[in-house]
C-alpha cells in the first residue's frame, strides 16, 4: 500500500479544485499530489481539463474553489521557483522579436520590468538556447522558425529561468520525431537533477517510455500515481469511453492506443 505524501513534500498539491465556464465545470473537485524529482504527464480525452489544470495552478484562470501548494506554500510564495511552457497555438508568433529577446524574457522574472538585461543574461539565455540546440538561429526572428524550432526556443525560456517545477502544455505536440527526442531528453535531464516536470500530453503510446508519475483526467480525476500502477486498460476506458479499444491489454495494441491518441 502507498503511503500518503504530505503536503510540504509535496511539489504540487491540488486540493478540492474546481473551474467552471459560464456555469459549466470544466474540473471538478480535482486532488492531484506530485511528488518532486519526477516527469509527470497528464492525459485525458479533448476537453477533459488538462490545460485548464495548469493554467488554474498558475493563477492564469481562475478557480471556484480549492486549494495550491507548491511545496507546501502558496503559488504565489514561489512564483521564481516555476517554469511554464504554453502550448504553441496559444502564441502570437506574428510579434516581431527574435529567438535570443524571447528566451531573454525568461529572466524578467529576476530581473524586473524595469532593468534591462546585459551581458550575463545574454550569455544565459545562450546557453539556454544551445542546451535545446538552437543557439545558431539565436539572432533569427520567431516567426521564421519552424513550429519544433518554436518549441524548442520556449523551452530554453523556462530553462533559463533555472526553475524548480516545470509546467508544459503539450510541448510534443506537432513537431516532428527528432525534435520530441531532443525535448523529452531536456526534460529526462531535469528530472535526473532533481527537478519536477509536469507534462500536458496527448499521445498514449509514449506515457510509459516517457513518464513516471501519471495523472488520468476527465473533468473528475479517474487515477493518478506512478506510471506502473494507474497507466492500466480499465483506467484509460473509465477516461476515454467508447474512444479506446484496448485488444489487448497486457500490451495495449498500438492502432488502438494511437486511435485514442489521435482524437
Request: hydrophobic share 40%.
Amino acid at each position: 500500500m502507498t503511503m500518503p505524501l504530505h503536503e510540504p513534500y509535496l511539489a504540487l498539491h491540488v486540493e478540492d479544485l474546481t473551474v467552471s465556464y459560464h456555469s459549466k465545470p470544466v474540473l471538478w473537485d480535482i486532488d492531484f499530489d506530485v511528488p518532486p524529482g519526477v516527469m509527470a504527464a497528464i492525459v485525458g480525452p479533448n476537453g477533459a481539463g488538462k490545460s485548464t489544470l495548469i493554467k488554474s495552478v498558475l493563477g492564469l484562470v481562475p478557480s471556484m474553489a480549492g486549494h495550491v501548494t507548491l511545496f507546501g506554500r502558496p503559488y504565489k510564495d514561489h512564483r521564481r521557483r516555476v517554469g511554464y511552457v504554453p502550448q504553441r497555438s496559444s502564441v502570437d508568433w506574428d510579434f516581431p522579436t527574435t529567438a535570443l529577446d524571447v528566451v531573454t524574457m525568461g529572466l524578467y522574472g529576476r530581473l524586473g520590468w524595469l532593468r534591462r538585461p546585459g551581458r550575463r543574461e545574454r550569455n544565459e539565455a545562450m546557453a539556454a538556447l544551445e542546451m535545446v540546440g538552437m543557439d545558431h538561429l539565436s539572432k533569427r526572428q520567431i516567426s521564421e522558425l519552424s513550429g519544433g524550432q518554436q518549441q524548442r526556443v520556449f523551452l530554453a525560456r523556462a530553462l533559463v529561468q533555472q526553475a524548480d517545477v516545470y509546467f508544459l502544455d503539450e510541448p510534443m505536440a506537432g513537431v516532428d520525431a527528432t525534435t520530441e527526442r531532443a525535448i523529452v531528453d531536456i526534460l529526462r535531464r531535469l528530472r535526473d537533477d532533481g527537478k519536477t516536470v509536469i507534462v500536458v500530453h496527448h499521445d498514449l503510446q509514449t506515457v510509459r517510455s516517457y513518464f513516471d508519475w501519471l495523472l488520468i483526467l476527465n473533468v473528475r480525476v479517474i487515477a493518478q500515481g506512478p506510471v506502473s500502477q494507474v497507466y492500466t486498460a480499465d483506467n484509460l476506458r473509465r477516461a476515454y469511453g467508447g474512444q479506446i479499444a484496448l485488444l489487448d491489454e497486457s500490451s495495449f495494441l498500438a492502432d488502438a492506443v494511437e486511435e485514442a491518441s489521435s482524437t
